[in-house]
Each structure stands twice: as C-alpha cells, then as structure tokens.
C-alpha cells in the first residue's frame, strides 16, 4: 500500500499534464484534475511491472479514458455522500494527528487509525481536495497562471496516447504511419515498400491521420 502511495503521489504532474489537454471544452479544470486523479489511482492498483514498460506509458491511456468518461457522463465527477462525510472525517483526524505529532499524517496511518482502507482514503481526500485557482489577482487585474507539472511534459503524453491508438491499428496502417512519421519515407518510397500506388499511401494516409487526431483531442 506504501508503494502504490508513492507511485500515486510521485505521478500527479502527469495527471495535471492529461487534464490540461482538456482544458477550455466546457469543464472546469478541478473537476478535470479530479476525474485524473481516479483515473491515476485505478491505474496504480492494476498496473503489473512485470509487463516491462514504464508505469506512465500504462497510466496515460488510464487517466485519460476517466476524463472521457466524465465528459460523457455530463461533465461532473459526482462525490457520494457517504465521501463528502468520511473527508470530513479524515480532517478531524488529521487535526488531532497534528497536534500530537507535529506533522501531516500518512494516507497509510489514517487507514489504520480510522479502519478504513487506504482506497477509500485516497478518493476521499481526492474529492475533497480543495479547488486551485488559475487566476492571480493583482493591480491590473486576474491574470492567468499555469500550474507547475514536474512530470512528463505534454508532448512525452501525447506520444504515449498516439502509442496505444497505433497498437489498435491494422499491421499495414500500423506499418504505412511508422515509415511514414517514425522513418520519414517518402510516400513514393512506403508505396514501394507496401506494394502500394502512392495514391492509394496518400489516400489511406489521410484517412489514418484524421482518425487518430479524433481519438487523440
């Protein structure tokens, strides 16, 4: 449970990296950001290192499918009541753990103090995070701000997201966007290589790049 913890908490910029793409299509950033933060922890129970790749290139897909859901769901992360009360709850604690010992309590020693598992911790203190502000008032006015993300910056995202749309793909489409964008053939050149006419390349290219672009926005 300390190990997923940590994986979870070393993992957040990723999750504000995955939201921002989102941002500015009718849902407000923190309940983007929350929608990612289910997503990271679902992703943290079930990713098995064993399988040889990296966590985040597993947790994109993951986080990212919870914002979708989200939007499909109508645009808010709904919080059960039986949450809003265990956060409160988990304040108190977390007062009274404060005042004993000087410093914030673990995720792990509020399970055990409270008797409650370390999940229903963690999408507690998700749901009652408070909001962050994107603005900054100052003497001209609210400016806007940018959250700092000390994870994978968009673009490392953005190439992991395009990853698991190309392992969907049939082998020769798979095939026709690696020579094409990975190796940078021609399209005279991947014809020949497909025993393809370069019209059809350019067709079918264009028919592929139009599909991944609505998979990916």
Same mark, same amino acid.
């Given at each position: @449970?300390?190990?997923?913890?940590?994986?979870?908490?070393?993992? $957040?910029?990723? %999750?504000?990296?995955?939201?921002?793409?989102?941002?500015?299509?009718?849902?407000?950033?923190?309940?983007?950001?929350?929608?990612?933060?289910?997503?990271? *922890?679902?992703?943290?129970?079930?990713?098995?290192?064993?399988?040889?790749?990296?966590?985040?290139?597993?947790?994109?897909?993951?986080?990212?499918?919870?914002?979708?859901?989200?939007?499909?769901?109508?645009?808010?992360?709904?919080?059960?009541?039986? #949450?809003?009360? $265990?956060?409160?709850?988990?304040?108190?604690?977390?007062?009274?753990?404060?005042?004993?010992?000087?410093?914030?309590?673990?995720?792990?020693?509020?399970?055990?103090? @409270?008797? %409650?598992?370390?999940?229903?911790?963690?999408?507690? $203190?998700?749901?009652?995070?408070?909001? %962050?502000?994107?603005?900054?008032?100052?003497?001209?006015?609210?400016?806007?701000?940018?959250?700092?993300?000390?994870?994978?910056?968009?673009? *490392?995202?953005?190439? @992991?997201?395009?990853?698991?749309?190309?392992?969907?793909?049939?082998?020769?489409?798979?095939?026709?966007?690696?020579?094409?964008?990975?190796?940078?053939?021609?399209?005279?050149?991947?014809?020949?290589?497909?025993?393809?006419?370069? %019209?059809? *390349?350019?067709?079918?290219?264009?028919?592929? #790049? #139009? @599909?991944?672009?609505?998979? $990916? #926005?």
């Amino acid at each position: @449970m300390v190990e997923r913890e940590i994986t979870v908490s070393e993992n $957040l910029g990723l %999750v504000h990296v995955c939201a921002g793409r989102f941002k500015g299509r009718g849902i407000e950033y923190d309940d983007l950001y929350q929608a990612g933060c289910i997503g990271l *922890i679902k992703a943290a129970d079930k990713f098995d290192p064993q399988l040889g790749y990296r966590f985040s290139t597993y947790a994109v897909p993951v986080i990212i499918g919870e914002i979708k859901r989200m939007f499909r769901d109508g645009g808010a992360v709904k919080v059960s009541r039986s #949450l809003k009360e $265990l956060g409160l709850k988990i304040s108190r604690e977390t007062d009274v753990f404060v005042k004993i010992h000087g410093r914030e309590p673990t995720v792990s020693e509020l399970s055990e103090k @409270m008797g %409650v598992s370390v999940e229903q911790i963690t999408e507690a $203190l998700t749901a009652s995070a408070p909001p %962050v502000s994107l603005t900054i008032s100052g003497e001209d006015g609210e400016s806007q701000t940018d959250i700092p993300v000390s994870a994978p910056d968009e673009k *490392i995202t953005e190439l @992991m997201s395009l990853r698991e749309e190309l392992k969907k793909l049939p082998d020769a489409d798979r095939q026709l966007i690696y020579l094409r964008f990975f190796k940078r053939k021609t399209q005279a050149e991947t014809a020949k290589h497909l025993g393809m006419t370069q %019209v059809q *390349i350019s067709r079918r290219e264009k028919k592929l #790049l #139009l @599909m991944l672009r609505e998979k $990916l #926005l």
